[in-house]
């Protein structure tokens, strides 16, 4: 096991202007869970590739434990990427299906057995180890697979989008034995994915890339709570943020009729700015008598909550196509009814405010 | 409904039966061919004259080998040829069903299960593993980063004294503007446990006799490998006074079958020292020069073989000084076509037109030497026939040496 530290890691590729990973410092604690997440071009499977060798890394270090692998060949710097192929051996048994790679690296047999069976016991294989792979399940044969990198006992393990490939059956199986399994190797674990649900469900730490630059590294529920920048809100969260963009007045953000109130402290960070964007979770709204007055166009009961999906009211047709959805998710038996027009009210304090030139967090 | 993807469309394929699990397919609809390992269902079907294979795999994964394998065949790499993707598939209840992804069945291909029945010879599999060396190479040339180099991914023709290998899962592959080494390294890591498995599960199957070592083999095809990529893509430098070395550099390419598009040559100021990288080089060398005089369609290995018997001809027949193409016409009509014809057309699935031709010229070879005489092809194509193409395996759809409890 070990730690792993991206310090200023830069991959230009050839012929590209701009960098795929820009300078990227990132830390990752010796048995951490790390995701790396963030939309297409993010940069996250670069940066991976570069931990594993793949891809050269232009600029910074990048070092594994103590060891500067910068320059390693991927064969040398002790990781496993997990899930790459497994096709399984139909004329070797379970055991040797999981074990074979290490006869080659002429590990020797009492250790493979021991290795091979302290795998099988982690991953519940135990009674299948004999058999030949014809007899287990698709779930059973995953295990087998993740069974390969884990009887090599790597330094780390890394896994690029894995379940991507898996039906959508096995998908939420694995995504939970892939996070208990982590827990239970303590291997540190560099995991990239595009789907922030399955980011924040399984990583300790997060870290969310767009454009080859790390826009926040921290623990899902900080993410949620406190995003760094506009990018970070609004990619953070199913349904995501609503972020409402309006002018500021005294007080507050002018939104339609209403002043949404906001810190004098806030407002200060924001001089010379004249609008901010305001980023409102759809669970932090209520129906009040108070707040920012909407039409609604859709209504969702879901037995435990109503989601109501509206546009702000008052605003002219062409800026109505223009204006951002608005999702609440509010208390069932809540007024507002589609077609109808409600006031959503919201506790100031769970508000985000965003700078719109700097794009940064400003409450 | 179903939704056919396909750069051909073909109506036949429209009365199959896409609202059943492929895997729940009646037998009558199937064709019995191995199956390489695949963690998907995996079948093969009969369409006209075409034997397709059919695969069962999530629509993303489907999309992205099918156009893999596009871009393959686009630049001429070896591999299997796709057909198309069938999408929107739904059984009788409602459930969606996996995409299948449909690509060709290379005719005359051997996967290399069938080849390795007992007693096989270690310079056969040192055969297999070159061919995949050159499979490799080429891939790796164009910026295929494979991901899952393996036997079992590979489908192997003969080319005469040789095999040519054809790529048949690219699922896992990735193209790159360019290889780092690092990818080309983690391809070879992942060949070299990939081929210790398979060889291991021969081993299990008892189709592997001793003396046989795995690792040594494996260690040996990765060190060919590397020569190979050093004469395709190293830098040499030599003295200016021995400029016939770049001559004898492309010399080698051609020899291995390669054909030099574009050669970086940089002097320094005063000429004193060259140096030369190729920078673009074509497999397919002796392949397109048989196909420009001939038009005959061959492998590599086979296309050397009869161009080695056109020279011959060319020599022997006292037409040196004629244009090379026009006595190339008169082979074609005077000495391949008339031999070709005399092999019983009910044979034609033991063995592609250009290994027959080969072999036949192997087997006149030999009888000319027992009988010490020049014996003519023509003569020598009934022995051969009768004594040897008659008593082959039919290898057209290669069901040969193929075992049922193998299928998984």
């Given at each position: 096991?070990?730690?792993?530290?991206?310090?200023?890691?830069?991959?230009?590729?050839?012929?590209?202007?701009?960098?795929?990973?820009?300078?990227?410092?990132?830390?990752?604690?010796?048995?951490?869970?790390?995701?790396?997440?963030?939309?297409?071009?993010?940069?996250k499977s670069t940066s991976l590739r570069m931990l594993a060798g793949l891809e050269e890394v232009n600029e910074g270090n990048i070092f594994i434990g103590e060891r500067d692998v910068t320059d390693l060949p991927p064969k040398d710097r002790d990781i496993a990427m997990v899930f790459q192929n497994y096709a399984l051996y139909p004329h070797m048994t379970v055991a040797d299906n999981m074990g074979f790679a290490l006869k080659m690296q002429n590990v020797p047999k009492a250790e493979r057995e021991q290795r091979v069976m302290e795998a099988a016991k982690l991953l519940g294989l135990e009674e299948y180890l004999s058999r030949k792979p014809k007899a287990l399940s698709g779930g059973q044969r995953q295990r087998v697979a993740m069974g390969r990198a884990i009887v090599r006992q790597p330094q780390v393990f890394l896994m690029d989008e894995p379940l991507s490939n898996l039906d959508a059956k096995l998908r939420v199986?694995?995504?939970?034995?892939?996070?208990?399994?982590?827990?239970?190797?303590?291997?540190?674990?560099?995991?990239?994915?595009?789907?922030?649900?399955?980011?924040?469900?399984?990583?300790?730490?997060?870290?969310?890339?767009?454009?080859?630059?790390?826009?926040?590294?921290?623990?899902?529920?900080?993410?949620?709570?406190?995003?760094?920048?506009?990018?970070?809100?609004?990619?953070?969260?199913?349904?995501?943020?609503?972020?409402?963009?309006?002018?500021?007045?005294?007080?507050?953000?002018?939104?339609?009729?209403?002043?949404?109130?906001?810190?004098?402290?806030?407002?200060?960070?924001?001089?010379?700015?004249?609008?901010?964007?305001?980023?409102?979770?759809?669970?932090?709204?209520?129906?009040?008598?108070?707040?920012?007055?909407?039409?609604?166009?859709?209504?969702?009961?879901?037995?435990?909550?109503?989601?109501?999906?509206?546009?702000?009211?008052?605003?002219?047709?062409?800026?109505?196509?223009?204006?951002?959805?608005?999702?609440?998710?509010?208390?069932?038996?809540?007024?507002?009814?589609?077609?109808?027009?409600?006031?959503?009210?919201?506790?100031?304090?769970?508000?985000?405010?965003?700078?719109?030139?700097?794009?940064?967090?400003?409450? | 409904?179903?939704?056919?993807?396909?750069?051909?469309?073909?109506?036949?394929?429209?009365?199959?039966?896409?609202?059943?699990?492929?895997?729940?397919?009646?037998?009558?609809?199937?064709?019995?061919?191995?199956?390489?390992?695949?963690?998907?269902?995996?079948?093969?079907?009969?369409?006209?004259?075409?034997?397709?294979?059919?695969?069962?795999?999530?629509?993303?994964?489907?999309?992205?080998?099918?156009?893999?394998?596009?871009?393959?065949?686009?630049?001429?790499?070896?591999?299997?040829?796709?057909?198309?993707?069938?999408?929107?598939?739904?059984?009788?209840?409602?459930?969606?069903?996996?995409?299948?992804?449909?690509?060709?069945?290379?005719?005359?291909?051997?996967?290399?299960?069938?080849?390795?029945?007992?007693?096989?010879?270690?310079?056969?599999?040192?055969?297999?593993?070159?061919?995949?060396?050159?499979?490799?190479?080429?891939?790796?040339?164009?910026?295929?980063?494979?991901?899952?180099?393996?036997?079992?991914?590979?489908?192997?023709?003969?080319?005469?004294?040789?095999?040519?290998?054809?790529?048949?899962?690219?699922?896992?592959?990735?193209?790159?503007?360019?290889?780092?080494?690092?990818?080309?390294?983690?391809?070879?890591?992942?060949?070299?446990?990939?081929?210790?498995?398979?060889?291991?599960?021969?081993?299990?199957?008892?189709?592997?006799?001793?003396?046989?070592?795995?690792?040594?083999?494996?260690?040996?095809?990765?060190?060919?490998?590397?020569?190979?990529?050093?004469?395709?893509?190293?830098?040499?430098?030599?003295?200016?006074?021995?400029?016939?070395?770049?001559?004898?550099?492309?010399?080698?390419?051609?020899?291995?079958?390669?054909?030099?598009?574009?050669?970086?040559?940089?002097?320094?100021?005063?000429?004193?020292?060259?140096?030369?990288?190729?920078?673009?080089?074509?497999?397919?060398?002796?392949?397109?020069?048989?196909?420009?005089?001939?038009?005959?369609?061959?492998?590599?290995?086979?296309?050397?073989?009869?161009?080695?018997?056109?020279?011959?001809?060319?020599?022997?027949?006292?037409?040196?000084?004629?244009?090379?193409?026009?006595?190339?016409?008169?082979?074609?009509?005077?000495?391949?076509?008339?031999?070709?014809?005399?092999?019983?057309?009910?044979?034609?699935?033991?063995?592609?037109?250009?290994?027959?031709?080969?072999?036949?010229?192997?087997?006149?070879?030999?009888?000319?030497?027992?009988?010490?005489?020049?014996?003519?092809?023509?003569?020598?194509?009934?022995?051969?026939?009768?004594?040897?193409?008659?008593?082959?395996?039919?290898?057209?759809?290669?069901?040969?040496?193929?075992?049922?409890?193998?299928?998984?």
């Amino acid at each position: 096991m070990a730690t792993v530290k991206f310090q200023g890691a830069t991959r230009i590729y050839p012929g590209s202007d701009h960098p795929a990973v820009d300078k990227l410092d990132l830390e990752i604690g010796d048995g951490e869970f790390m995701v790396l997440v963030g939309p297409s071009g993010c940069g996250k499977s670069t940066s991976l590739r570069m931990l594993a060798g793949l891809e050269e890394v232009n600029e910074g270090n990048i070092f594994i434990g103590e060891r500067d692998v910068t320059d390693l060949p991927p064969k040398d710097r002790d990781i496993a990427m997990v899930f790459q192929n497994y096709a399984l051996y139909p004329h070797m048994t379970v055991a040797d299906n999981m074990g074979f790679a290490l006869k080659m690296q002429n590990v020797p047999k009492a250790e493979r057995e021991q290795r091979v069976m302290e795998a099988a016991k982690l991953l519940g294989l135990e009674e299948y180890l004999s058999r030949k792979p014809k007899a287990l399940s698709g779930g059973q044969r995953q295990r087998v697979a993740m069974g390969r990198a884990i009887v090599r006992q790597p330094q780390v393990f890394l896994m690029d989008e894995p379940l991507s490939n898996l039906d959508a059956k096995l998908r939420v199986s694995t995504r939970t034995q892939i996070a208990a399994l982590q827990t239970r190797l303590g291997v540190t674990t560099v995991y990239v994915t595009h789907d922030q649900v399955e980011a924040m469900t399984m990583g300790h730490r997060v870290a969310v890339m767009k454009d080859g630059l790390l826009q926040q590294v921290d623990s899902p529920l900080t993410l949620y709570h406190q995003p760094a920048n506009l990018f970070v809100a609004g990619f953070i969260g199913s349904p995501a943020m609503n972020l409402l963009t309006g002018r500021i007045v005294e007080g507050g953000v002018q939104m339609g009729d209403y002043v949404v109130p906001v810190s004098r402290e806030v407002l200060e960070k924001a001089k010379g700015e004249e609008t901010l964007t305001l980023g409102i979770r759809p669970e932090t709204f209520s129906v009040a008598d108070k707040g920012i007055a909407v039409d609604v166009s859709v209504v969702e009961e879901l037995g435990s909550d109503t989601y109501l999906y509206a546009t702000q009211s008052g605003l002219a047709d062409d800026e109505k196509l223009k204006a951002a959805q608005i999702v609440a998710r509010v208390a069932t038996g809540s007024p507002g009814r589609q077609g109808g027009a409600v006031r959503l009210g919201v506790d100031p304090e769970k508000i985000h405010i965003f700078s719109n030139e700097s794009q940064l967090r400003l409450s | 409904m179903p939704k056919f993807i396909s750069a051909t469309p073909d109506s036949r394929l429209l009365p199959f039966p896409w609202d059943t699990a492929l895997e729940e397919w009646p037998a009558d609809l199937l064709v019995a061919l191995p199956r390489g390992l695949s963690r998907h269902v995996v079948r093969f079907i009969q369409v006209g004259d075409s034997v397709y294979a059919a695969k069962e795999v999530i629509e993303h994964l489907a999309d992205h080998e099918y156009r893999l394998l596009q871009d393959l065949k686009r630049l001429g790499c070896p591999a299997v040829e796709p057909i198309g993707i069938i999408t929107g598939r739904r059984d009788k209840n409602g459930e969606d069903l996996d995409p299948i992804l449909l690509t060709r069945h290379l005719e005359f291909s051997l996967p290399y299960r069938s080849l390795f029945t007992p007693g096989v010879r270690q310079e056969t599999v040192s055969r297999l593993l070159d061919a995949m060396v050159v499979l490799i190479a080429r891939l790796h040339l164009i910026g295929f980063q494979w991901g899952d180099v393996s036997l079992s991914n590979i489908l192997f023709r003969r080319d005469a004294s040789a095999f040519a290998a054809y790529l048949v899962d690219a699922e896992t592959g990735r193209m790159h503007p360019q290889l780092t080494d690092g990818q080309r390294e983690q391809d070879l890591d992942i060949a070299r446990t990939n081929i210790f498995g398979d060889f291991l599960d021969l081993q299990a199957a008892g189709m592997l006799l001793d003396p046989f070592d795995p690792l040594q083999l494996i260690d040996s095809t990765i060190r060919r490998y590397e020569e190979l990529w050093k004469e395709l893509t190293g830098v040499e430098e030599f003295a200016g006074t021995q400029r016939e070395r770049i001559e004898g550099r492309v010399r080698r390419l051609n020899a291995l079958g390669f054909d030099v598009a574009e050669m970086d040559i940089e002097t320094d100021s005063g000429g004193a020292t060259i140096r030369i990288q190729p920078k673009v080089v074509d497999a397919g060398h002796h392949q397109r020069r048989l196909m420009r005089l001939t038009g005959l369609d061959t492998e590599e290995n086979q296309a050397r073989r009869i161009l080695n018997a056109l020279d011959s001809y060319r020599f022997r027949s006292g037409q040196s000084q004629v244009a090379e193409a026009v006595v190339a016409h008169k082979w074609l009509t005077e000495v391949f076509e008339p031999v070709m014809a005399s092999v019983p057309p009910e044979l034609g699935a033991k063995r592609e037109p250009a290994q027959v031709f080969h072999e036949l010229l192997d087997y006149r070879w030999y009888m000319s030497q027992r009988e010490d005489r020049d014996v003519p092809l023509l003569e020598a194509v009934n022995g051969y026939v009768d004594e040897v193409l008659q008593e082959l395996p039919d290898e057209a759809l290669g069901t040969e040496n193929w075992d049922e409890s193998e299928d998984r």
